[in-house]
């Protein structure tokens, strides 16, 4: 399984990115892919989550603004999207594209040392 992101950069507040994850190996469509992100100094977070086939996308139930965030599969199912609108300060983070073998849940987005698949990670900067 390879995860590849990209997308990200240094953004003004109130603008808004697409984050792509290209991905590729995966076995079935009913597996669970991910984004989290992690800010510096704090813990890696979740975000949200849907299957790979493209099926219900759940996002963690802590997200804040959780308006601003939008997962989903490209139409071919081979890149994974986070869009994030009205970007704020506090989204300046590493964010990272992860897969597992296992069935989606809004749950498990708080396990990421579960998720067996990661990517090297995008960066944004909100300023």
């Known amino acids: 399984v390879q995860l590849v992101e990209s997308g990200g950069g240094s953004v003004q507040a109130g603008g808004s990115l697409r984050l792509s994850c290209a991905h590729s190996?995966?076995?079935?469509?009913?597996?669970?892919m991910g984004w989290f992100r992690q800010a510096p100094g704090r813990e890696r977070a979740g975000i949200a989550d849907?299957?790979?086939?493209?099926?219900?996308?759940?996002?963690h139930d802590d997200l804040r603004d959780r308006d601003r965030f939008t997962i989903f599969q490209g139409e071919d199912k081979s890149t994974l999207y986070l869009e994030i609108s009205s970007l704020k300060s506090e989204d300046t983070a590493t964010y990272y594209c992860?897969?597992?073998?296992?069935?989606?849940?809004?749950?498990?987005?708080?396990?990421?040392?579960?998720?067996?698949?990661w990517g090297q990670g995008t960066q944004v900067t909100v300023s």
């Open positions: 992860a897969a597992v073998e296992e069935s989606c849940y809004s749950w498990y987005l708080d396990r990421s040392s579960e998720w067996k698949y």
């Open positions: 190996g995966y076995p079935t469509s009913r597996h669970c």
């Open positions: 849907m299957y790979v086939g493209g099926s219900r996308p759940m996002y």
